[in-house]
């Protein structure tokens, strides 16, 4: 029985995902893994297939991480989901295991992570509400592909946060300090970043309102165990 399968969204990561896939294939809590090659240009794809135990979708082109993350639930098979970047620098066996453990215990029904770069108001809050890296039980979002789907690109994050809360779920924030995902700026050059990192802000106000990104960070934060 497959109990908890690792969803990796990627987009021209050829450079990255490797050292990812590397910690993730050899971890014992983790019985299934599917990266999304989101139509990359680069070689994504051919890198994840050097993994013997990873599963690989190629998308024929580009359409967004809600999307991508979709495609990704439909194809897996564990009860709980392991939702990572393609990008991190610095994942450890450690880091992921802080992060399955407190929702697999049965301590926390949502666990998100808090990485060393995080910007710094997420920092001093002590939640980044829209980290990437989350562990979470099928069921809460099976259901919603659909909408998920319909999503602006990066808009699943800030979703997936309004369903959470919504279901009343214990989360638990995990520290991870020395893990980083490299600023846009510094993956694609100071221009292209910074249209990327505009591009991300739009799709979040396209899925709520600044109000409700307020309202949703303060429930997240009294939701924390």
């Not at 680069?42 to 991480?65: C, M, P, R, W, Y």
Request: proline residues 3%; hydrophobic residues 45%; contains cysteine.
């Amino acid at each position: 029985m497959v109990a908890l399968s690792c969803i990796i969204p990627a987009y021209n990561e050829a450079e990255r995902i490797g050292a990812v896939l590397e910690v993730v294939s050899r971890h014992p809590l983790i019985d299934e893994i599917i990266v999304v090659d989101d139509g990359s240009a680069d070689d994504t794809s051919s890198v994840a297939l050097e993994f013997d135990s990873v599963q690989v979708i190629v998308k024929a082109a580009n359409q967004g991480k809600s999307r991508a993350v979709c495609d990704g639930v439909r194809a897996s098979h564990g009860s709980v989901l392991l939702l990572l970047d393609a990008d991190l620098v610095g994942l450890s066996a450690d880091r992921l295991t802080d992060l399955m453990t407190p929702v697999l215990e049965g301590r926390a029904d949502f666990s998100i992570s808090l990485r060393g770069n995080a910007l710094l108001p997420w920092r001093w809050l002590g939640l980044d509400y829209v980290s990437g890296e989350r562990v979470l039980h099928r069921e809460m979002i099976a259901g919603s592909l659909e909408e998920i789907e319909a999503l602006p690109g990066f808009g699943l994050e800030v979703y997936m946060n309004k369903l959470l809360t919504k279901l009343g779920s214990r989360i638990k924030v995990v520290p991870w300090d020395d893990v980083r995902s490299p600023y846009k700026s510094i993956k694609y050059g100071f221009w292209t970043g910074a249209t990327a990192e505009l591009r991300m802000l739009r799709n979040i106000a396209q899925t709520i309102t600044l109000s409700e990104s307020a309202s949703q960070i303060n429930a997240m934060l009294r939701a924390r165990v």
